[in-house]
């Protein structure tokens, strides 16, 4: 860190950067700036049928080579009757996707009886048609080879009847003691259709016991309901109407059931104008909700106590003398106050403290913020750490006879003082039930497979109670079996699945008409619960610093693997995690101050230790990270799991403990070491020109433009009368507007693109290179915090930055600043195809293999492409993408030497599974090829087809784009630019509109609208 500030003290850089690699400009990034194809010169090196060890379920995908039939029960089609409907044309079923003990109300995309891709149900409130990553990827999961497929027993393949004959013998010896010596062990259970199976299992043996337990659980949530109010209820925030926001250590945006619909209804909030909300942000570590905020603090978990306890105080809620931690004034509390007291909520993360979450629900029914209290979802609500300490310590005393588990991986994710897999080998015997091999799979006698959600009959509530309908799309693939399905017939009931599902909602459902109806909307109307009203009192809460000397270690679901639920899911282990832009790891997020008391740089190894427990991990040093506090991720270092995670990320569970589940104070040194690690932060750079435009409210509201100062205007040449040809010919053309003002950086497009259009993985290896094969990249920028204006961007008087055009150099406070936690601003940016009307990739192709359709778009011949790369090395935005090895069909190869713990399936029976996940609208493209955004053309082509035969005009709105569609902040605005009343010539039509690049002359047909804060009056600082 010193080199870099030495560097920074009076040398190059610029105002915006990815990485402080780029800051600094080290070799490394030079190397990037340089090398148009990274690494290309160690491909000589690489023998020729030496390929890249491919991953996960989407590298073996080979193309559509068969299909399923539709299940044998009746489904329901979302928007049409499937009879008579010709073959090759999708169909779309309403179901329920399963998400920490919820339900999300997806739409599932049909070929033949083969699901292809899910999307959020536009009538459920809840998704509104968004959606998440973890939506867009969990298709992959169904058709992951690596899933269980048979039942075993010790081991050696069995049979459902030998299990069934088992359990209901082994249950009929368990008549006389009223089962006791049984447990059960499942997630948090939110459906009435389970609740009743389990319910009437424990009333036949009602000495059993029944536990639950989730790694990512709502404990101090209920704790701190109860401290408030008495009782503990379910706060859903109404983020439309709050003028203000204060997100206490939280993230809703990324991490909560509600998530979609939070970032929705917060989003429709940030149109620059005078009623535009304010975010702030205290955290401890960086989020996607700190990154948009516009005042932000970066402090250690256990201080947050503090800055709520100061809030409250100057809100009137209780007196509370509190010391106010390093970056927050008296001056930041009063301006805060002043924003929640005129119509703010206040949000707190599920893991920090229920004290923290008792005094933000008192401030919220003091202002009257906009949030509802409904009865919790959850059948049986118990504290899920609670509930596991009592299963470990009936382990420990040799007290159970026969243990059960439904899902999950509690060997693995357990606290590490709990010793579950210690105890577990020794019971008489033990069940588990899940989707694939595990941990503890491995330690239980019986291991049945699950099936998938889109296998199965099910109901599931969401947030607030609405009842969401789960319909099976295929039937079972791997003779995979629900939980409800296990019990029933354990029990003796051999009934369907249907049937006990319709029997739970007879009443509310009474005839085939009305559940057939309820199948097609994907929910039971009605059905949603009722707020309750309750009343804050916070007496007797303890509010004394509870901050310990040492450095914090703050436990969190990775952005894109979460708790190691997706860990084997190849798309999500490579999707770039937002802030870091990692992929295949889980590294040690440290900030740069605290990097350099270690002296440690990006993937030296550091030992960390908590109770008694050493990890060892490479750090990535995460500008904006707080000092004296580490980020570790959850769900890496799996041992026992499927071919795509083996020997990927580091193993964090294990210092985890009942006591401190989720920060904890550890030890922290320097050793020995160095792991490679594959972060896309610095690929495909557009260094040195105007990327990001960005400004505050009032300077956006003094001319309504976000243009800096000396931007120079070029005139709009070319030797083409494009405008005169859309006129002449009557096409429409087509563009894309994307609001920067919206964008959260949470990655659903890149996931909804990637299975939309069946874009393959390529390996961690591969990644290192910079070959990522994604069409869309979200570019993630940091900018110091600036006391001058933020719209000049790199210029003007009283701002630390110079021209870039000039000598870029960068003031002494600025490379201080850069140190700082919260001097640091983040920007994402979605970058695709732009479809340049003038593209500079189409004239030096040699054998026209990119061309320009009549309607603006820039399409790629598959057929044609050699793979010269012209393209590429001509592409200003650096968007294209090349197969240099057979990413879609696998390889038995490996690169000498480079073993990162990827493995291929190579059985054919695999890849014939792999081929039914395909779009078949789209071509699967082998190795050769270069490939990009096609502003999904299948869909375009799609929408035509259908206007002709209804004799009609394409309607705006009518083609969505995949990205479009997912994104859950409705940042990206697609449509006709020769309709001057399409949405998205409207969107141009803003002054916040802006080309990138386009003083080249390119005339991109994807643009942007600037990203505007809104900091308070108060401060000086955004």
């Not at 003091?366 to 504290?383: S, T």
């Not at 310590?393 to 007290?399: D, N």
């Not at 983040?826 to 026209?848: D, G, L, R, Y």
Request: with cysteine; glycine share 8%.
């Amino acid at each position: 860190m010193s080199a870099i500030r030495q560097k920074l003290g009076g040398k190059s850089g610029s105002a915006y950067w990815k990485g402080l690699e780029q800051l600094a400009e080290t070799d490394e990034f030079k190397e990037w700036l340089d090398d148009e194809f990274p690494h290309r010169r160690s491909i000589p090196e690489v023998d020729r049928r030496s390929v890249l060890k491919l991953m996960g379920a989407s590298m073996a995908l080979a193309g559509l080579a068969g299909c399923r039939n539709l299940p044998q029960e009746k489904v329901i089609p979302f928007v049409r009757d499937p009879e008579n409907r010709p073959p090759g044309t999708a169909l779309h079923y309403a179901t329920a996707m399963p998400f920490g003990g919820y339900g999300f109300p997806v739409i599932v995309e049909s070929h033949e009886g083969r699901p292809t891709k899910l999307d959020g149900n536009p009538d459920h409130p809840a998704s509104r048609g968004l959606s998440d990553c973890f939506v867009q990827a969990a298709i992959l999961n169904m058709y992951d080879p690596d899933r269980l497929g048979d039942v075993s027993q010790k081991g050696l393949i069995n049979t459902w009847d030998s299990f069934f004959g088992m359990s209901r013998k082994m249950l009929e010896d368990m008549k006389p003691t009223g089962g006791a010596g049984f447990h059960l062990l499942t997630g948090a259970v939110t459906s009435p259709t389970l609740f009743g199976q389990i319910q009437r299992f424990l009333k036949s043996y009602p000495n059993a016991k029944w536990h639950q337990y989730e790694v990512v659980n709502n404990d101090h949530e209920m704790s701190g309901t109860r401290m408030a109010f008495g009782e503990s209820v379910q706060p859903i925030y109404r983020f439309a109407e709050a003028r203000a926001v204060l997100s206490l250590d939280g993230c809703f945006m990324a991490t909560n059931p509600h998530t979609v619909a939070y970032a929705r209804d917060f989003a429709s909030t940030r149109t620059p104008g005078q009623g535009m909300s304010r975010l702030w942000a205290v955290e401890s570590s960086p989020t996607l909700t700190g990154a948009f905020a516009d005042h932000r603090v970066a402090i250690s978990p256990a201080e947050v106590l503090q800055v709520a306890a100061a809030v409250a105080a100057k809100l009137g809620v209780m007196v509370a003398n509190v010391d106010l931690p390093g970056g927050v004034t008296s001056k930041w509390i009063d301006a805060l106050a002043q924003d929640l007291s005129r119509g703010g909520l206040v949000y707190v993360g599920a893991h920090q403290s229920a004290e923290v979450h008792a005094i933000a629900h008192a401030i919220n029914k003091k202002i009257g913020a906009p949030v509802d209290y409904y009865p919790l979802a959850e059948r049986a609500p118990v504290m899920k750490l609670d509930s596991l300490a009592e299963l470990a310590q009936a382990l420990s005393g040799g007290k159970v006879r026969t243990l059960m588990i439904a899902g999950g991986n509690p060997v693995y994710s357990a606290p590490g003082d709990l010793k579950f897999g210690d105890f577990l080998p020794a019971v008489p015997t033990s069940i588990y039930l899940g989707d694939s091999a595990n941990e503890t799979s491995k330690l239980c006698q019986w291991v049945l497979p699950e099936a998938n959600f889109l296998e199965t009959w099910g109901d599931l509530p969401t947030l607030d109670g609405t009842i969401t309908l789960q319909q099976p799309l295929i039937e079972p693939l791997h003779k995979g079996k629900s939980l409800l399905e296990v019990l029933a017939l354990m029990m003796k009931d051999t009934r369907p699945s249907e049937e006990i599902v319709r029997e739970t909602w007879k009443s509310v459902l009474p005839d085939r008409i009305t559940w057939e109806q309820a199948l097609h909307d994907g929910f039971i109307k009605g059905t949603q619960a009722q707020p309750k009203e309750v009343a804050a009192s916070l007496a007797g809460l303890d509010v004394s610093p509870k901050a310990a000397s040492g450095t914090y270690a703050v436990f969190l679901p990775d952005p894109t693997i979460w708790d190691g639920s997706y860990a084997n899911n190849g798309w999500m282990q490579e999707l770039p995690k937002p802030l870091t832009k990692m992929t295949w790891d889980n590294p040690v997020l440290i900030s740069p101050a605290t990097a350099e008391q270690l002296g440690v740089q990006f993937e030296d190894h550091v030992q960390v230790t908590a109770n008694g427990v050493t990890v060892e991990a490479p750090v990535f040093v995460q500008p904006g990270h707080p000092d004296n506090v580490i980020t570790l991720h959850m769900g890496g270092g799996r041992t026992e799991t499927g071919k795509v995670l083996g020997g990927v990320g580091f193993d964090f569970m294990k210092l985890r403990s009942t006591r401190h589940p989720d920060f904890a104070v550890v030890q922290v040194e320097k050793v020995k070491g160095k792991t490679p690690l594959a972060t896309a932060q610095l690929h495909h750079s557009m260094e040195g020109r105007d990327i990001i435009r960005e400004g505050t409210v009032a300077d956006f509201m003094k001319d309504n433009s976000l243009e800096p100062e000396n931007l120079h205007h070029f005139e709009d040449v070319t030797l083409y009368n494009l405008t005169k040809e859309w006129e002449k010919y009557g096409y429409p053309q087509y563009g894309m507007v994307i609001d920067l003002n919206l964008c959260v950086g949470c990655n659903a497009c890149v996931s909804a693109c990637q299975s939309e259009n069946n874009i393959p993985t390529v390996g961690k290896g591969e990644v290192s290179r910079g070959r990522e094969m994604h069409w869309i990249r979200v570019d993630r920028y940091y900018r110091v915090k600036d006391a001058g204006k933020m719209r000049d961007v790199g210029t003007g008087a009283g701002s630390p930055w110079e021209s870039p055009a000039q000598s870029g150099s960068i003031s002494p406070k600025a490379a201080q600043d850069v140190l700082d936690p919260n001097s640091t601003m983040t920007v994402f940016q979605p970058i695709m195809c732009m479809h340049c009307e003038t593209a500079p990739c189409e004239p030096v192709c040699p054998v026209a293999a990119t061309v320009h359709s009549h309607e603006g778009l820039n399409q790629m011949v598959y057929n044609r492409c050699v793979g010269t790369r012209y393209c590429s090395n001509n592409c200003p935005y650096k968007v294209r993408r090349f197969n240099y090895y057979n990413y879609q069909f696998g390889s038995r190869d490996q690169i000498p030497g480079k073993d990162y713990g990827q493995r291929n399936f190579q059985n054919e029976q695999d890849i014939k599974l792999l081929r039914l996940l395909h779009n078949p609208d789209v071509t699967v493209r082998s190795r050769g090829v270069m490939e990009k955004c096609t502003y999904c053309v299948q869909r375009i082509n799609e929408a035509r087809i259908v206007a002709k035969k209804e004799k009609r005009e394409i309607k705006d709105g009518e083609i969505v784009t995949a990205c479009q569609q997912a994104c859950p902040t409705q940042a990206i605005t697609f449509g006709n630019l020769a309709d001057p009343a399409s949405a998205v010539t409207r969107a141009r039509a803003n002054g916040r509109n802006y080309g990138l690049l386009t003083e080249l002359n390119t005339r991109p047909r994807t643009t942007y609208l600037g990203r505007v804060r809104n900091p308070h009056p108060a401060l000086e600082t955004a």
